[in-house]
């Protein structure tokens, strides 16, 4: 795999304990921050949060210090926004986008938080 992308997702503790081949990959990670079935600050002992999840990739793949941020907010009344943190080197990067107010379910799909 040259990259992957994860929605509603974040790093397992198992996926950092037995993830001793640190080549590089692209990695996207999508999550909203009302997800109420993997919630977005993370769980004890079983996966990281989003950002640490972020730190985590960031640190594989060697682009720890360049950073861009970017906030996407087109219907200001709505309570949404998109946040996106990316972080490159040479041909690979390692993106946060954060969905604020965001919960488990794709866009116009059944909420089911």
Request: no cysteine; hydrophobic share 35%; net charge negative.
């Amino acid at each position: 795999f040259t990259a992957i992308a994860s929605v509603g997702a974040l790093l397992p503790d198992s996926v950092v304990h037995y993830h001793q081949r640190k080549s590089e990959i692209g990695v996207m990670i999508v999550h909203g921050t009302n997800d109420q079935i993997v919630n977005y600050t993370g769980k004890e002992n079983a996966y990281y949060s989003a950002q640490a999840t972020f730190e985590y990739w960031k640190k594989v793949n060697g682009t720890e210090t360049t950073e861009s941020k970017k906030l996407i907010d087109k219907i200001k009344k709505d309570g949404t926004a998109v946040e996106m943190i990316e972080s490159i080197i040479e041909t690979k990067s390692v993106s946060l986008v954060t969905v604020v107010n965001g919960g488990h379910s794709w866009p116009g799909a059944d909420e089911f938080n």
